[in-house]
């Protein structure tokens, strides 16, 4: 999972950045307005953190302009902004949730886990894929019942995959999802984590299949 | 119009300023007429009076110093309704008829012919008006000087003099009166479209400044109202200011604040010891309540310039503001129970500054009532009001303390976290829109009961 956040304030950011990080979501920070459609352009986000008090633009504006282009990637505005007015004129203009600042770091969690659960196409709390289960409330993996032991960059190349349910996803996009702008890894690791993964499920009926120059895909072992 | 108006009001100063010059100018024409008719009625007078005095002289001279006769005396009674005196004094003394004691003239009697001498003199106790005339006779019996003293008292006189004045002073009153009336009847009509925009001025809400409508007004009242279109604009645009410098104040202080707590929750997270976790916890509770302020600052602020502004008014139904804001407090304090008996109650107002309101007495109600209690919300219509009425199961506040509570920064129990500003906010709300907020013992006197009835749609 990655997340896009646009907060001209530090120690917001970081407060963010590292309550996302425990939630095993990579994230890109921006200061800026101007850099938001850069980067929306350039990466892949499953959630974005706008605020709306930016010093070089209206956090509306850049939501409304993102909306009418297209973007359909869930977003949280954070605002210091109190009035109904300004939530109501938030989620008017696109926005998916509206949380004023001062807030709980466990409200704005259960808010991003909330948005993040209701994009991803299974509604339902948790994912079954043969063996594997997938609980998207805790973010944790059963395999057979027990608990799957991975490192999160594994857990999160597994989470697009079972979120896929079986469809192809490409390399890059999976990179695009894990990777933030600034880690300097290439979509070589992913190969690498591929094949982390379909060691720890060698033993299920569930494994990765690799569809040559479109991606990988999630398979149960009597499908194939 | 009282006196005091006449000193203090425009149209009163403006009637002393054309009255009073208007009077002083009568009197100076009054006494001009007093004395051009006194002159004028001595002239004639004494004229009549001297042939009088001829006639007497001839007629003594012709009777050889007899006494006048009925007949002439008669005459001379017709002419005049004052007494007359006369005194005769026969040439060389050759007989004197008439009051012997009669004042000669101060000089003495001149012996000169035809000569006229006019004096006054008190004579028996009344002024009277002498008229002396030497002649010198040439009559086949007497001859040589004879001097005759006509007296006449002045009551005719006076009498012509005060019938002049008096018909002067008639016409000079009448000529008052009748500026007076147009003076005010003029300046009425004048002062109208002033006194319009009077009423206009008293009759609006104390919070209503919007430009007054010049048209049709006289320029020079469409001057004034043009300055006072200024001054609410200045005012408005004051308002604005300080409405916007709260709000970036409240948003500056609001957005360290946001970092602070969130600072504060990530270190308790990893807080190592107990002791720092409760630290943590104090800091961040007192984060909280700064924020608390800061928020209700902004939206005291909120409705007070709504106030003034008006804007995004719509029909709400109190029973659903309720119900929305009441659900968004149960998610939060599971532990109380809200209780809500709602009847569709619509009123015509500011929906942010409504769920504002709610938001607060709910608040207030949660933190007063005690854990295992209730707080019940009801909507519902009484007679010409929409009404919102919230009860806890508090300690309730006691009478005296009632009207404080809505003071900001007013709290009943210093213990209590809570910024004071609460029961301030839901008061502004009430009073913007025209309703009515009462602070009563709760039902069979347990806790208290916050009613706002509001004027229905």
């Given amino acids: ?42 990466g892949e986000f499953d959630i974005i953190i706008l605020d709306i008090n930016l010093p070089d633009a209206c956090g509306f504006s850049i939501l409304k302009k993102f909306r009418s282009a297209g973007g359909n990637t869930p977003v949280l505005i954070i605002s210091a902004r109190i009035s109904v007015s300004d939530r109501v004129m938030g989620l008017d203009m696109g926005a998916d949730d509206y949380l004023v600042k001062p807030f709980a770091l466990d409200e704005f969690e259960a808010r991003v886990r909330a948005l993040l659960r209701r994009e991803s196409q299974n509604k339902c709390e948790v994912i079954e894929f043969g063996d594997l289960n997938y609980n998207q409330n805790t973010r944790e993996f059963l395999l057979k019942g027990l608990a799957f032991n991975s490192s999160p960059r594994e857990r999160a190349v597994l989470e697009i995959l079972i979120q896929k349910k079986g469809e192809v996803i490409s390399k890059e996009s999976i990179a695009n999802h894990i990777f933030s702008f600034d880690d300097l890894a290439d979509t070589s690791a992913i190969e690498i984590y591929i094949h982390r993964i379909r060691k720890k499920l060698a033993s299920s009926n569930v494994s990765v299949a690799t569809q040559r120059g479109l991606g990988y895909a999630l398979k149960k072992l009597d499908d194939v | 119009m009282t006196f005091n108006k006449l000193f203090t009001t425009l149209q009163g100063r403006l009637l002393r300023w054309l009255i009073l010059p208007l009077v002083v100018l009568s009197m100076a024409h009054l006494l001009n007429i007093y004395i051009t008719t006194k002159n004028t009625s001595t002239e004639l007078f004494d004229r009549v009076l001297v042939n009088l005095a001829l006639s007497i002289s001839q007629y003594a001279i012709s009777s050889e110093g007899d006494f006048l006769t009925v007949d002439l005396l008669d005459v001379i009674k017709q002419t005049t309704n004052d007494t007359l005196f006369y005194k005769m004094l026969g040439p060389d003394d050759s007989f004197l008829v008439g009051y012997t004691d009669l004042p000669d003239p101060p000089g003495g009697v001149k012996k000169i012919h035809n000569h006229i001498e006019y004096y006054d003199v008190i004579y028996l106790g009344q002024p009277l008006r002498i008229v002396a005339v030497s002649t010198l006779s040439k009559h086949s019996r007497f001859s040589g000087w004879s001097k005759t003293l006509v007296g006449q008292t002045l009551d005719d006189r006076n009498q012509f003099i005060a019938d002049e004045v008096y018909a002067n002073l008639l016409k000079v009153i009448f000529l008052i009166v009748l500026i007076t009336t147009l003076t005010i009847i003029v300046v009425n009509v004048g002062f109208r479209p002033l006194k319009r925009l009077l009423t206009d001025l008293n009759s ?39 409405k916007r410098f709260l709000e970036n104040a409240s948003h500056q202080l609001l957005t360290p604040i946001a970092a602070l707590t969130l600072q504060c929750d990530l270190a308790i997270r990893h807080a190592e010891t107990e002791s720092s976790r409760k630290s943590l916890d104090r800091i961040k509770s007192n984060a909280h309540r700064i924020a608390d302020l800061a928020k209700k600052l902004l939206q005291l602020s909120y409705s007070e310039a709504y106030a003034f502004e008006k804007k995004d008014n719509q029909k709400l139904d109190l029973a659903e503001i309720a119900q929305e804001c009441a659900n968004s407090f149960k998610e939060l304090s599971q532990r109380k129970h809200i209780e809500l008996e709602l009847k569709t109650a619509f009123v015509f107002g500011n929906k942010t500054l409504f769920v504002e309101l709610l938001n607060n007495i709910i608040d207030n109600a949660l933190k007063y009532s005690e854990l295992e209690f209730n707080v019940l919300i009801e ?45 301030a906010i839901v008061k502004e709300v009430v009073l913007v829109h025209h309703g009515e907020m009462q602070i009563l013992a709760g039902k069979e006197g347990i806790g208290t009961l916050i009613r706002c009835s509001f004027p229905i749609l």
């Fill in chain 1, 1 to 42: 999972m990655r997340a896009l956040v646009i907060e001209d304030n530090c120690d917001i950011a970081e407060c963010i950045i590292e309550s996302l990080k425990e939630m095993e979501i990579t994230s890109d920070w921006f200061k800026e307005g101007v850099y938001f459609e850069r980067a929306v352009a350039a």
């Fill in chain 2, 204 to 242: 609006r809400d104390i919070h209503d400044l919007t430009p007054v409508d010049t048209n049709g007004m006289p320029e020079e009242v469409a001057t004034l109202a043009g300055g006072i279109n200024a001054l609410f604009k200045r005012l408005v645009d004051q308002i604005g200011l300080s």
């Fill in chain 2, 379 to 423: 909507t519902f219509i009484d007679g010409e009001c929409s009404i919102l009425q919230v009860t806890d199961s508090g300690p309730g506040i006691p009478e005296e303390l009632r009207q404080l509570v809505t003071e900001r920064f007013f709290r009943a129990n210093k213990d209590t976290t809570g910024s004071g500003l609460g029961l």
